[in-house]
């Protein structure tokens, strides 16, 4: 794979303890370094103008001043420090980055992943929360569309969290497909399996609010019953994933149970689905606190791409999960029967 990185992410110092820190960075790269195939490429930064095109002007300026002043706590665990102007912005360009490079490239060995920080799918139009300040990904989405390199976006969200920035910011438009795979009752609370779009943008929304203890079994089914179809449908020029992997099992802040392997799993349904599609796939990291856990998620991401088949095995899907899955499909997302598959 190809890794947007910019060094300016690691001096964005959210102090002592805080789980997003720059070692997650530090972590990643280091297991990567014991891959084939590792390309870096330090993207230019976004310029404000970019920025805004998802975010209040105002706001923007007020998070530039903000850090200009030293930084502190913006709320009482999404903290900036002066360099933090600048690692947002370059978090923002890595993911224009990946989003234009999936389109221009012909993917497999070159798929780009931007990892940048700070994440960003919590950060709404006016507002920094939950360790985000600059939506990256919804950037990138809106940038292709703006470049006209793109006419329809999907972006799909397994990150642990629901993305409610990402959401918001495309709740009511048709070129802009959101899934989010996430806990149900965890940080920020929204993404319920009633929240499907707005108006025209009726059923470009999509949310799989798992309850605690859901894992590989339950991701798949959701992707092969549910989500596969629904992006079909929407034929999409290029998927983003909002690469999160704080639902694995090993991860210190969830109740997932999602294992290594099961990421591995999804980015292989994700990348014969683009390929049949024709469609570009570009991942934006968000978040994944256990630096092992995370380093081995993102290892097995690339791991793929370099032809390794993870296991598959005989699921069982626990009722819990059945039930989202069926409900997802009475919301009317297009979806096909498990044994169909
Ligand atoms: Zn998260």
Redesign the pocket.
Known sequence: MRFGYREICLEHDTGARHPESPDRLRAIRQSLSECDHIEYVAADSAIEAEVTTVHDADYITEVREFCEDGGGNWDADTVAVEETWDAVLASAGLAQWAAKAALESAGGHETPFALGRPPGHHAVEDDAMGFCFINNVAVAAQHVIEQEMADRVAILDW???HGNGTQDMFYDREDVFYVSIHEEGLYPGTGGIGETGEGDAELTTLNAPFPAGCGDAEYMAALEEVIGPSLEAFDPDLLLISA?F?AHEHDPISRMVVTTDGYGLMTDFLWELTDELDAGLGFVL??GYGLETLSDGIKMVHEVFEGHDPPTREWTINDNGRSVIENLKEQGFPSIDPDQN
């Open positions: 990150d642990v969290h999160g704080d968000e978040g």
